[in-house]
């Protein structure tokens, strides 16, 4: 079994012959989804070449600005804070992000959080038809243009969109740097591409580590036979769990600053499962926060959900818990850091939880770049397993579509 993850599940899964066959396809790349397997070799769009350009691009942007806005939404959005806030920012540009609401109390916020600041602003929109990115496109480039006069708004709009698109020669018009956002990737599988590596790098992610990361995990993952496939035993073991009637799958951690982590988790699998009738609907957890509130329906409510615990083991930080002369009924405290109290807390939620509903445990050794990129790669090759296992294509979002339509069609489309 790899190391750059380890796993453990409640109970065995059989490994049939139509697992072995589906993760033999998937290993390769099937022909049906050719259009939307652009990640599976990461070397593709998170290569040595995408990397480099990626980071001169940001180079670009943080001459001339400190705070990267970058627009976008779902796909759009969410591996960039999935990464910046699961490693923090050591260095780089401040990122802010626009374009995934509509409320107006938020933009107010954050045209407030602008000012006195300098900064570029990258549109991302595979499709450039969304509306959410589409207003935060408007109101920003009216706050640029104001600033800097249209030239110097210009110099500061990067659009990210498909290549041959309208978007594209609003770009060319328009003097805009332009970002091809892969035409074989759907949005939330785009982690591992220019997508977010211009702004990863641009908020000072190390994303050669990241895309380093990804790549030792597609050659463990794409090469491992059946038994010893952590992906595999992954996506049939939520098969498994919904096979016996369990209906939600709740993501926990003890490190919160995972929290965007989760939201990126959550888009991939409610969005490439949750069609046909079928699918898991995945939540996350934020332990040991919500201990004191999910907690108690996990332990004690319906038995509806089954949990994935997101190990780490080493926090990147350790802290004494200092004792005193005062008498506060915490003594068994003494002499213990925060790393061992929330290390205990987390075994011992874990056994806890067991007894009610089954558990996976995935066991990452830190929070870094590498492990993030790894992690990406884990869960999208599990969601495509996991889709093919449930008989759905884990590529589409028909559902999505039909908010949209309503939408449009109140808004005069
Ligand atoms: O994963 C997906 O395909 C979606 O979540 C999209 O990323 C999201 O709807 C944004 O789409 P677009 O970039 O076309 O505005």
């Known amino acids: 079994m790899d190391e750059l993850i380890r796993i453990g599940i409640s109970g065995n899964s059989r490994i049939d012959e139509g697992a072995e066959r589906i993760l033999a396809a998937a290993q390769k790349g099937e022909e049906c989804y050719k259009d939307s397997l652009g990640w599976l070799d990461p070397s593709k769009w998170a290569g040595e070449e995408w990397v480099e350009r990626s980071i001169q691009l940001a180079r670009k942007a943080s001459a001339i600005a400190d705070t990267f806005v970058v627009i976008g939404i779902g796909g759009s959005n969410n591996s960039v804070r999935a990464l910046l806030g699961a490693v923090g920012r050591k260095s780089g540009m401040n990122?802010?992000?626009a374009g995934n609401t509509l409320s107006s109390y938020a933009y107010r916020e954050l045209i407030e959080s602008l000012e006195g600041h300098d900064f570029v602003i990258?549109?991302?929109?595979?499709?450039?038809e969304t509306l959410e990115p589409g207003v935060a496109f408007r109101v920003l480039r009216d706050l640029l243009v104001k600033r800097y006069g249209k030239a110097g708004a210009s110099e500061r709009i990067f659009c990210t969109g498909t290549p041959g698109s309208y978007f594209e020669s609003l770009a060319a018009k328009e003097g805009y740097a332009f970002i091809p956002?892969?035409?074989?990737?759907g949005g939330r599988y785009t982690a591992l591409s220019p997508v977010h590596l211009v702004p990863m790098a641009a908020g000072g992610a190390d994303i050669r580590e990241l895309a380093r990361g990804a790549a030792d995990m597609a050659h463990i993952l794409r090469t491992s036979p059946a038994k010893e496939n952590s992906a595999l035993l992954y996506a049939l073991a939520r098969n498994r769990f919904y096979d016996e009637g369990y209906r939600i799958e709740m993501l926990s951690a003890f490190e919160p600053r995972l929290r965007w982590f989760y939201k990126w988790w959550e888009q991939l699998f409610a969005e490439s499962e949750?069609?046909?009738?079928?699918?898991?609907?995945p939540v996350a957890s934020e332990f040991s926060e919500e201990?004191?509130?999910l907690g108690q329906f996990i332990q004690d409510g319906s038995p509806i959900l089954f949990e994935t615990f997101l190990d780490v083991r080493d926090?990147?930080?350790?802290?004494?818990i200092p004792s005193d002369d005062v008498d506060d009924r915490f003594g068994y405290l003494d002499g213990l850091t925060m790393e061992m109290v929330n290390r205990i807390a987390e075994e011992a939620t874990i056994k806890a939880h067991s007894k009610r509903c089954p558990c996976i445990r995935l066991s990452i050794s830190e929070i870094s770049e590498y492990s993030i990129g790894a992690l990406f790669y884990f869960f999208a090759f599990s969601c495509y397993l996991s889709g093919r296992i449930l008989g759905v294509n884990p590529f589409d979002?028909?559902?999505v579509e039909e908010y949209k339509k309503e939408m449009f069609c109140s808004l005069g489309k």
């Open 274 to 281: 949750g069609k046909d009738g079928k699918g898991l609907f």
């Open 181 to 185: 956002f892969p035409e074989d990737i």
């Open 95 to 97: 990122v802010v992000y």
């Open 315 to 320: 926090p990147g930080a350790s802290v004494m």
């Open 291 to 293: 201990l004191h509130s």
């Open 397 to 399: 979002q028909p559902g």
């Open 122 to 128: 990258d549109c991302i929109a595979k499709n450039f």
